[in-house]
């Protein structure tokens, strides 16, 4: 594939930034194989910005002819003492439901669920054994505590937050995961940053090579008020990028909130709720989760018949790209409520398939298990 194609590619929405796009270049230009990873706390329940949005971003690097690697990070998400911090458990998961999701979010949007490699944190570990150990004092060797602080925003944690000194080996583990895995981009939301930024600096020295990162949108929750809206309009406006990615970090969709989440699984009942119950502000387009999710879930960077029924005057319109109904919506020209009851519709249509899979389907075993193990743990 010529470059410009593999560019247009991994540029392509939801990316925000890639890091370094002259490093990318000369990947490409030089012939040298591109090797995807994006790692995945194995925490619970699968939503759409993890589930869709990462899928979306997946499918344009198979486009590109890019291998794709899921990382299953079972040891990351013990340290960060998710599902009862029982390892066990974690793995019976991450093998199960999660890895299930996953494959279901890749094939909603077109992509190819059985040409991702997955592989699962422990697993790499016992492969690579003293190697791993090695390399991640390496990073820890190159790096400073106070740098690893800053980074623990990678796991939703907050700096100055108190926390178990095993919790500060997360960061430069997943950095080690990178030169485990021996990938050469590294794939995650805006909020895994910090992490990438230590590996593309530590990467020469650790590894003898420095990786490229691409960033994607982290979808916001539905949770947040105006307060925290106009908090983070300002602190974007003065160029307070701390304050910024730790205000993202602090409103994104999240499972711990799941009412504040679509799953990739939720009933059509389910997502009317959670939708019915979002926060909207009328003709406000920024930080606005009902459009984000319009923008990010449903058109995807496409053009799509969105269709939008005003609930008073019965009147039809259908819009062909987001722009167009951003637009509109910011005139006023669309109530909140109308344009919930269209973004609920659809997302219903496009979560079909998952629903029924972990409802009717092979899935629903899967999901059956994971409801066992939120009610006992």
């Not at 040298?32 to 194995?42: D, I, M, N, P, R």
């Not at 013990?78 to 599902?83: A, D, E, H």
């Not at 999701?101 to 909603?108: F, G, R, V």
């Not at 593309?200 to 590894?207: H, I, P, Q």
Request: hydrophobic share 35%; proline share 3%; glycine share 8%.
């Amino acid at each position: 594939m010529e470059l410009e194609s593999i560019l247009n590619l991994v540029k392509k929405a939801p990316t925000e930034e890639i890091l370094t796009e002259d490093q990318l270049i000369n990947y490409v230009e030089n012939g040298a194989k591109l090797k995807h990873y994006q790692g995945f706390e194995v925490s619970g329940f699968l939503h759409v910005g993890n589930g869709v949005v990462s899928a979306e971003k997946i499918k344009d690097f198979q486009e590109a002819g890019i291998e794709v690697n899921i990382f299953l990070a079972d040891y990351h998400t013990w340290i960060n003492k998710k599902l009862g911090g029982d390892l066990s458990t974690i793995r019976k998961v991450a093998g199960g439901y999660f890895k299930e999701a996953l494959k279901q979010s890749i094939k909603i949007v077109g992509g190819d669920p059985d040409n991702v490699k997955f592989i699962l944190g422990s697993e790499l570990y016992e492969k690579k054994g003293i190697e791993y150990l090695e390399t991640i004092l390496k990073v820890s060797m190159n790096t400073t505590l106070s740098r690893i602080k800053r980074s623990l925003t990678i796991m939703g944690r907050k700096e100055g937050e108190v926390i178990d000194f095993a919790q500060l080996l997360y960061p430069p583990m997943q950095v080690a995961d990178i030169f485990a895995l021996g990938v050469n981009l590294a794939h995650g939301g805006m909020d895994q940053r910090k992490a990438h930024v230590i590996a593309l600096e530590v990467g020469e020295k650790v590894a003898g090579y420095k990786p490229v990162a691409v960033h994607q949108h982290v979808l916001m929750g539905m949770h947040i008020s105006e307060n925290v809206r106009q908090k983070i309009l300002k602190a974007k406006k003065e160029g307070n990028r701390e304050l910024f990615e730790e205000s993202i970090t602090d409103i994104k969709m999240s499972k711990s909130k799941p009412e504040t989440a679509i799953f990739i699984h939720d009933s059509p009942e389910d997502i009317r709720r959670k939708i019915g119950k979002a926060y909207c502000p009328p003709r406000e387009v920024e930080f606005n989760p009902i459009l984000e999710l319009t923008n990010y879930v449903l058109f995807r960077g496409e053009e799509k018949e969105f269709e939008v029924i005003n609930a008073k005057t019965g009147e039809r319109r259908v819009y062909k790209s987001y722009t167009q109904l951003e637009s509109e919506y910011k005139e006023g020209k669309i109530h909140p409520a109308d344009l919930k009851n269209a973004v609920a519709n659809e997302l219903i249509k496009l979560l079909e398939p998952a629903y029924r899979h972990f409802t009717e389907g092979p899935g629903k075993k899967y999901l059956e298990e994971m409801r066992e193990i939120r009610i006992t743990r």
